[in-house]
């Protein structure tokens, strides 16, 4: 049975989302500012072979082994929290099974895969992968129980601390590399990012420590739901991860790792964007579990309502900082202004989707519409992006991926209003109530702050 909650407060859920997408601010701030000497030291070429190191091939093969543990650890601990204990002992077996398998796999596989797919991935980078690759699987689960027991103060907390020392060690690095030793410090700064990752794993756990208990032994009622919702979760992520990374690997293939360091410092930073939604679904998370399906739907629609009109003023601020990309990153990044805000056009549609998918994810425990929509879009994207960055280089990229984003919101959306419990489109689009509570409990703090103010 899950842990009876009550319903959610609109004012409440706006304050937390504030409070955490501040946190990712913070992380955003740090994160640019160690970006930025990256840029600048190592240049276009240098940026692309770090990144096609770390992000790019460490994000994929950490999503291709996940198998959900995240996302299941973050609903399970939220639908069972006197058994916090046994879901987190459940996801470490899956986090050694899975690295397990992956290893073996990619030693087998890896020198096909670094002569097509990762061409130009040196094999050392390679095997660092593979070795920390259980850390980077307990990141995700970490993370989901602190937002399952509606810990997300605490996770954005912990979020803006270790990404300021991870950069901090970054800039150190680079600094010492390039103005003492006179060396593009490549290889130390992908050894130091995975070393990061390792010690990060180790501070999230003991954080988790101080919650809930770190091992329990599982009962069965609880080990196979969890697992068969993880591998279920799994198999609609890996489109969505593949489709993060898939125009990157094709202009990493098809341009060359110069023009991959300008396109990924454009999606990278088009995809700063998901700080609103992701604020709103982890904040909307335990209260959209515990509701009645009606009023699941409805916060599902109040959060996506709100994140398109957070997207429309992100995407105006984005036409203002487009043109000062050369300024801050240096010459070699022109035209990255440019390719940021075509991606970033499509974010808004689908950091908003974001609520709809939480739906599934998290009410009805069912991401099955998710996984179909994921799986349709993710070969057209493929296609689309192959077309268009033969053709148009950079910007067709770009154009594709934009294009992409949006045909994934537009499935979800239309799969949510053709169900019997969900608003129709009129509701679904229609500011109400709630979306005025929402913006009056932000804004109520401000007004009661100037209220105590004696007048002159």
């Known amino acids: 049975m899950s842990d009876p909650r009550p319903a959610a407060d609109p004012r409440e859920v706006a304050r937390t989302s504030v409070v955490d997408s501040f946190g990712q601010l913070a992380v955003i701030a740090v994160s640019m500012a160690g970006g930025i000497f990256l840029s600048r030291l190592l240049g276009a070429d240098g940026r692309g072979a770090f990144v096609l190191a770390t992000s790019v091939v460490t994000g994929v093969i950490a999503d291709l082994a996940a198998l959900g543990l995240g996302v299941a650890a973050q609903v399970f601990a939220s639908k069972h929290r006197a058994r916090v204990g046994e879901v987190h002992t459940l996801a470490l077996a899956g986090i050694a099974a899975s690295s397990l398998v992956a ?18 991935l040196p094999w050392r980078f390679w095997a660092l992968q593979l070795a920390t690759l259980p850390f980077l699987l307990y990141l995700p689960v970490g993370y989901g129980i602190l937002v399952g027991l509606g810990q997300v103060r605490r996770r954005s907390a912990f979020d803006v601390v270790f990404y300021a020392l991870q950069n901090v060690a970054i800039v150190g690095v680079l600094l ?214 033969a053709r148009f280089g950079l910007m067709g990229a770009a154009a594709a991926t934009a294009a992409s984003y949006s045909l994934v919101c537009a499935g979800l959306v239309a799969a949510f209003l053709r169900r019997a419990d969900t608003p129709t489109l009129g509701g679904f689009l229609r500011f109400g109530p709630q979306d005025r509570d929402a913006w ?10 100037f209220a105590k103010q004696p007048r002159p």
């Open 440 to 449: 009056a409990g932000l804004l109520a703090p401000l007004r009661a702050r």
């Open 176 to 389: 010492a590399g390039v103005y003492w030793v006179r060396v593009e410090p490549v290889a130390e700064l992908v050894f130091l990012f995975c070393g990061m990752q390792a010690l990060g794993a180790a501070a999230l756990a003991r954080e988790v420590s101080r919650h809930a208990p770190l091992l329990a032994k599982p009962g069965r009622d609880l080990a196979r739901p969890f697992y068969r919702y993880g591998i279920v979760v799994w198999f609609g992520q890996i489109p969505n991860a593949v489709a993060w990374r898939i125009d990157q690997f094709i202009v990493n293939g098809m341009l060359g790792t110069t023009a991959l360091g300008v396109y990924n410092l454009a999606t990278s930073n088009a995809q700063r964007s998901t700080v609103p939604a992701l604020a709103v679904t982890r904040t909307l998370h335990a209260p959209v579990v515990a509701a009645g399906t009606r009023e699941a739907a409805e916060l599902c629609a109040l959060g996506f309502r709100q994140l398109l009109v957070v997207g429309a003023f992100t995407f105006l601020a984005g036409i203002a900082v487009a043109p000062l990309f050369p300024v801050v990153f240096g010459e070699d990044f022109r035209g990255a202004g440019e390719l940021f805000l075509v991606v970033l056009a499509g974010w808004v549609f689908h950091n908003a989707s974001r609520c709809v998918s939480l739906f599934y994810s998290g009410h009805l425990v069912d991401p099955t519409v998710p996984t179909v929509v994921n799986w349709v879009v993710l070969p057209l994207q493929g296609a689309l992006t192959w077309a268009l960055a």
């Open 103 to 120: 290893v073996l796999v990619g030693l087998a596989a890896g020198p096909f895969l670094l002569d097509t797919v990762f061409k130009g």
